[in-house]
């Protein structure tokens, strides 16, 4: 690494922050761009470094899960994204959520108090010199978004946020707090009857959305999809999805609702709470009236309302390695949705992955190939891999190797994975402490 020259990491997103640290924990200067507070795309409101623009949860936290896989060897790899959420979570059952301020906080503070990070605000329109991190995220455009076009290629998809509203506008006599299952009491619940359901449902498919430029409903994410497209597939589609009453008891009749819209809490201090499930793009209007007609949120109050945003992501199978390299340019990389994975915990990842693999190269050290058994290392092969009909991944079992035994029962299977990666994790670990003693 020449004259200790600075890595330039472009976007102090998830991604963007978890490179910058994963590289000046380790002793490299970052140059940390970002056009906040100046400059901000459609689906930002706040200044600060890694805002949560869509859900405030990073999904959950058990090892029967494989997000929940993911946070820990993310934990265990020394994480900034995890360490700051860890800290600032908030109530929410089995899964990991955070006050979103708090959070941005903490990984805004850390970032800025680094002796070895720079930050410059300012927006980017050319592709910077390696070493180098793009991860400006799926909303990049401009100059910078068509060199990246030009470079690598780009696909597209339409991405979605729920609305939120103020605890104290809840009616508390018809909603009530519960987890499935009995898992503790950490969401509020609005229950509908069928009448009520259908109602709801009608109201829902003959309201006005708001137009998106560009929409198209084969080009939507799955697991952001506003709930009005879900309804159109099918009338109950939302009753088996974010709507759906398993695990829970209405105290008012002992017995389970014919559907349900959970709400989460979003903020340290109680005061407001998400539909869970609920990403919409309609009319500001019509989520009031609409959405007003869930028993328990007649006279609700919006924090936020939810919005829809185009999305852009990489072809990155063939572009990219699976440490997230550009083939053709060993020091420079791309990391967050962009690349093809999709979650906060997922883009995280990439950083992370991207951050550590760049610091062996500076320092001309053996690469940092981590575990193939792992779910970090299950991401980085997934983005990496021909694939003809790629599309943005949430991490899952499926794209990770398989056991070499059978295990029956679905938990006990999941369990056993996770368990065979931290041990490996673990074993890797141990093997480097140039890389891990410090973390």
Same mark, same amino acid.
């Given at each position: 690494m020449k004259n200790n020259t600075p890595v330039t990491v472009l976007g102090a997103g998830l991604a963007g922050c978890e490179a910058a640290w994963q590289l000046a924990s380790r002793g490299v200067p970052v140059r940390l761009v970002d056009m906040k507070p100046h400059h901000k795309s459609p689906a930002h409101e706040a200044d600060g470094f890694a805002e949560l623009v869509c859900s405030n949860s990073l999904k959950s936290e058990r090892l029967q899960n494989a997000s929940g896989?993911?946070?820990?060897?993310?934990?265990?790899?020394?994480?900034? &994204?995890?360490?700051?959420?860890?800290?600032s979570r908030v109530p929410a059952g089995g899964a990991l959520a955070v006050?979103?301020?708090?959070?941005?906080?903490?990984?805004?503070?850390?970032?800025?108090?680094? *002796?070895? =990070?720079?930050?410059?605000?300012?927006? !980017?329109?050319?592709? *910077?010199?390696? %070493? +180098?991190?793009? +991860?400006?995220?799926?909303?990049? +455009?401009?100059?910078?978004?068509?060199?990246? /076009?030009?470079? /690598?290629?780009?696909?597209?998809?339409?991405?979605?946020?729920?609305? &939120?509203?103020?605890?104290?506008?809840?009616?508390?006599?018809? /909603?009530f707090r519960q987890s499935r299952y009995g898992r503790g009491d950490d969401y509020i619940n609005c229950p509908l009857n069928e009448a009520e359901y259908h109602a709801f449902i009608d109201a829902l498919l003959s309201a006005q959305s708001a137009p998106v430029h560009g929409f198209e409903e084969d080009l939507l994410f799955e697991g952001c999809m506003p709930i009005e497209s879900m309804a159109r597939r099918g009338r109950m589609a939302p009753a088996f999805g974010p709507m759906k009453p398993v695990g829970l008891t209405d105290p008012r009749t002992g017995k389970m609702p014919f559907a349900a819209v959970q709400l989460r809490q979003d903020d340290a201090g109680g005061t407001l709470y998400n539909? =869970?499930?609920?990403?919409?793009?309609?009319?500001?209007?019509?989520?009031?009236? =609409?959405?007003?007609? &869930? %028993?328990?949120?007649?006279? +609700?109050?919006?924090?936020?309302?939810? =919005?829809?945003?185009?999305?852009?992501?990489?072809q990155s199978p063939g572009f990219l390695d699976s440490h997230f390299a550009v083939k053709e340019q060993s020091q420079m990389y791309f990391a967050g949705q962009m690349t093809g994975v999709e979650g906060y915990v997922e883009s995280a990842a990439s950083g992370?992955? !991207?951050?550590?693999?760049?610091?062996?190269?500076?320092?001309?050290? *053996?690469?940092?190939?981590? %575990?193939?058994?792992?779910?970090?290392?299950?991401?980085?092969?997934?983005?990496?891999? !021909?694939?003809?009909?790629?599309?943005?991944?949430?991490?899952?079992?499926?794209?990770?190797? *398989?056991?070499?035994?059978?295990?029956?029962?679905?938990?006990k299977r999941y369990l056993a994975l996770s368990e065979r990666a931290l041990d490996d994790l673990a074993v890797f670990t141990a093997s480097r402490p140039e890389l891990f003693s410090g973390q």
């Open positions: 896989l993911l946070k820990e060897e993310m934990r265990r790899l020394g994480s900034l &994204i995890i360490r700051a959420a860890d800290a006050d979103r301020a708090a959070f941005s906080g903490n990984v805004s503070e850390k970032l800025t108090a680094h *002796p070895l =990070v720079g930050f410059e605000s300012c927006l !980017a329109e050319t592709l *910077p010199e390696a %070493p +180098a991190v793009i +991860a400006t995220g799926p909303l990049t +455009a401009g100059g910078l978004g068509e060199e990246i /076009a030009k470079l /690598a290629g780009t696909l597209h998809f339409f991405d979605a946020a729920a609305p &939120i509203v103020t605890r104290e506008s809840i009616d508390m006599r018809i /909603a539909l =869970v499930g609920f990403q919409t793009r309609l009319k500001f209007p019509e989520q009031k009236r =609409v959405f007003g007609l &869930i %028993p328990g949120l007649k006279d +609700a109050e919006f924090a936020r309302f939810g =919005v829809m945003h185009r999305n852009t992501f990489l992370l992955t !991207a951050g550590l693999s760049l610091y062996t190269r500076l320092k001309e050290l *053996p690469e940092a190939i981590l %575990p193939q058994n792992t779910a970090i290392a299950a991401l980085g092969r997934y983005i990496s891999t !021909a694939n003809r009909d790629f599309q943005p991944m949430n991490m899952n079992y499926g794209i990770m190797q *398989p056991l070499p035994q059978r295990v029956k029962g679905k938990e």
